[in-house]
């Protein structure tokens, strides 16, 4: 059926509704007969899928593989060993992703959106999810549309369509009837659909599609969302891929080599396959996903709600915050601290009361419930309650005079207006920013501006919020009501001082983010001076190369003009939305990484394109929302500093865990490439080196995400993210590590062959067993000793390392395990001797970080941030 060609009656006759809603047993039955509201990629994967998943890994292939190879060649044993391995490895996987999977669904039922509906004939707040064809929506500026609707009133709606139709201009709807024809999706004014946005008006509509049947539904289903993959991940593909053609070459030259010596190819063949595995870091991309999933939990927990995947890695990149000032750096409780009335002003039609207190009373969308809690805008709560605890109520005085039309509040005009019946006329009364007034004053007062000016400009720099009322009186209610018209020609009354106090946490925050190397500006729609006094206290200006700069003054900078500065400008003040997205540009083409807030329709640009979109959990619309990379639950300034500090963290132990488990190979495959360059027999058999990958290397390496944060994390400058992963000494870290390993089981063998001890396999394979548990003690913290951070601090890695030391030792001493693993129980000197040998790589490792320290000991410098402006920080 065509909803745009047909009358609201016969759409509802036809979708069985009415417009006081549906009730919740049908709605309960249609949910069941529809599905659910959501896009198809946004379904859970099931626990099979998941099973399935760890199997088909390339790793777990070749170890098939290799078993079957070993069945081949008469070595069943190996076989079962190698399965067993496998499933154990499954296993691991199995659970990490499980519990990944599980933080991943509880941050989406978190961000998972609401709709308001009409059930059982009463408004309430539902998931989007839980529409159903024929419920009544309700909507309004602000809200993302949730599914298809016809609408079957409207208010002044307007409707931003751009995501679907591409066009730029907001469209205006109207529940009518199209005339027969044929219309384009952009052209069917009465409806609307699911994803685009609400930008002005309110309305209710019907829902005439959900799910994958709206036309957004149709879209995605052409295109099906592939997953996402986070800047690290592909790094860490091209990484994998070099690093497989590195494998097969390995494999290969060992074996040809081995093959050269006259050695037995099934052997070659087995120790090749090993070699290969040992090279192949193929869990590496999946572990990154868990760390960011169970990193997104921690996030929760600090109140920043992952929208976005990679923006957890991305949050220790950020340079530039940008942030709101109301309510995120100040606490959002305004009070009037003062007025100031013109003298010898009087309104008409008020007999003898106040004007300007009348204008504070009537001029707001401030209410009360019945238990007395106000409700409304700050702003506008502060003004009527002071209004009202001067016996100026709203309520009596609306009764005496009724509002007639409001101009509502917007934030590029900074001014609202209400129109009032009184006896002599129409009364108007405008507040807003005094300069949005000034401009709008009848001649008589345009002298007195100097005057104000020098008044408002005295309060704004005491940090004060000052709101300007104007009035007029009209013969009737005018028929063009546009701001053009009604607010023009305007009597000053006076104005209000209000204070809103900047939050404590904020202070903090800020200071912690300059010594993280994060500069923090705030952008408000306040008064220059205003914003520039509440930035002083907050300590976001401290010099005065720090610049404040309005929206006029912005737009009157070209972009060369711009660039020069824009590094340099801590507040921006008095600017409209629209600017924000100027601002990140321009940082971004200085190569800073910008975090933006936001929480208006008009701020969702902005957000897409900022590098890190944070929207407000409890002010902010449904479409900053959906916009934003991160959710802040409780609109505070520190939590995005809180949520730096956590990104840096997780981004810090991916690093470790990637240092570890390429260090370890680098030291198997070394031990293992040389040993016959030494003349000496191949170290270890395959099944020694498919154990320490993937227990050795994997428990203790998994255990590293629960590092806690470095002592300097927050002491030292944002990750560039540009940079590579071999930046910072990786690449030289991995193989002096590798080295030192192979050298030392090398050397053990020789020792032990040379001295006629028939245990010096086991020997060997015990040191570099034993080597990979002390580089996971000591890789912990990349500045601090383990000494200073405690062994206690990551419990986890404790347990893991003793629990693998623990059946390290099993396999040495239960005569079923010597059997299997070909080992053999070594003498308390020789497991003695070997637990000495490798415990020397914990030693280097700690000698390493204790060098660096003293190195780096007068501070470190942070490089150039802000033009040119370095920081020198102390080490601790
Ligand atoms: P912020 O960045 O602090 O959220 P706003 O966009 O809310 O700034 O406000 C910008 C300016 O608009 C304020 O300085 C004030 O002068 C004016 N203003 C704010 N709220 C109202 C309102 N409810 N009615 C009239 N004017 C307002
Ligand atoms: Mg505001």
Redesign the pocket.
Known sequence: MDYYLTPVTEVAAELTTSPAGLDAATAGQRLAEHGPNQLADAQQKTIWQLVLHQLADVMILVLLTAAGVSVLIGEAKSAYVILAIVMLNAVIGFVQEYRADKAMEALQKMAASHAQVLRDGRPQEILTAELVPGDVVLLEAGHVIPADVRFLETHTLKVDESSLTGESSNVEKTPDALPPGEYPLGDRLNLGYKGTSVTNGRATAYVVATGMKTELGKIAALIQTAEVVTPLQKRLGTLGKRLSVVALVVGALFFGVGWLRGEAWQDLLLVSISLAIAALPEALPALVTVSLALGAGRLMKSHALMRKLPAVETLGSVTYICT???GTLTLNQMTVEDLYEVPAVTLAGLADRNGLLTALALNTDASHDAENHWLG?S??VALAQYAADKDYARPALEEQFPRLAELP?D?ER???TTLHQTPEGVLVLT???AGSLYKQLTDSQQAGIADLTRRVDAQAAQGY???AYGAKMLPELPADLTPATVETGLTFLGFASLLDPPREEARQAVAECKTAGIIPVMI????KLTAKAIAEKLGIISSEDELVLTGPELTALDEPAFAAVVEKVRVYARVDPAQKLRIISALQARHQFVAMTGDGVNDAPALKNADIGIAMGINGTEVAKEAAAMILLDDNFATIVEAVRHGRRIYDNILKFIRYLLAGSAGEIIALFCAPFFGLPVPLLAIHILWINLITDGLPGLALAYEPSEKNSMRRPPIDPRQTIFADGLGWFILGVGLLVGGLTIGTEAWAIRQDLPHWQTMAFTVLCFSQLGLALAIRSRRESIFSIGLLSNKPLLGAVVLTAGLHLTILYVPFCNELFSTQPLTVAELGLAVAIASVVFWVVELQKLISRRWKRPGVQVPALSGGATLALVSD
């Open positions: 709101d000032k109301t805008d702003t506008e509040f934030s900074k001014c609202m507040k807003g920013a919020r000052v709101l408000t729609g306040d008064h």
